[in-house]
């Protein structure tokens, strides 16, 4: 492969590689949003108890109880979606990584 040649294809590679950085910080974005409504769902689920005689009862009628059912889903799709996206993008800039360093 001539020097040239090498050198646009390591031009490309890096711009793919940092394509692929955007990409995981991105993600690492949807894994703290979807974090930090996992939590805020599980405080509306400590709200939506209410004590009968002493002991703590679930009201599933709650308004509480359903922001916790909205927030945990919305939580969890924005959590697994974001680890998904940051590993594949890990992986493919760890190959991308790769084969810049087999061209020097």
């Given at each position: ?14 711009k ?19 974090g ?7 405080c ?14 679930l ?8 922001i ?6 919305v939580?969890?799709g924005?959590?697994?979606?974001g680890l ?19 061209l020097?």
């Amino acid at each position: 492969m001539e020097v040239d040649e090498r050198r646009k294809r390591s031009q490309e590679l890096h711009k793919e590689s940092q394509k692929m950085h955007d990409a995981e910080q991105n993600a690492l974005c949807f894994v703290v949003l979807g974090g930090i409504a996992v939590v805020v769902a599980f405080c509306f689920l400590a709200l939506s108890y209410f004590l009968d005689h002493g002991i703590p009862v679930l009201d599933p009628t709650s308004l509480a109880f359903i922001i916790f059912c909205i927030l945990i889903v919305v939580g969890a799709g924005a959590l697994g979606y974001g680890l998904v996206k940051f590993f594949r993008a890990f992986v493919r800039r760890q190959k991308i990584i790769q084969e810049i360093n087999s061209l020097k």
